[in-house]
């Protein structure tokens, strides 16, 4: 019973934990990915500036190239798991600004212009910003040698001790 209470309270083991990341990093990415595309590429970021402004986005001059290039640049550092943190918060905030003037309708789904796929996304974002991208990840090789200042603190103190 006790080792259930143990997986109930850590998840899966740690290499499995790294894996599904993975898997979830590349499938956010992409997702973002083909959507910043659509407004750089099919709808160009003059076209989804004047979107914007037909639904009422505020400042959708600064708005559209945010989101296009938030979108684009932010789902391939995701892939690569880099600078995770700040991606996944810079993607959870355009989403939410998407939510709360766009999408925030009764209705939960996409097809009906709802909020269920922009709500998954945000928090698959946030989920990967709280939780850092995993061990196979550029994150993981650019700040490899770094530990926490409160294990180094714990670290020194102990060895300051004996």
Known sequence: ?????????????????????????????????AHGWQKFNEWTVSGTTQSFAQ???????????FATFVELIGGALLILGALTPIVGILLAANLLGALLIVHLVPAPFVDQGGWELVAALAVGALLLAAMGPGRFSVDRLLFKGGKSRSSRSVTSHSAADA
């Open 55 to 65: 639904m009422g986005v505020p400042l959708p001059d600064i708005a559209a190239p």
């Open 1 to 33: 019973m006790l080792e259930i209470a143990v997986y109930a309270t850590t998840g899966f083991p740690t290499i499995a934990r790294d894996i599904i990341t993975v898997i979830a990093r590349i499938t956010l990415g992409v997702i973002f990915i």
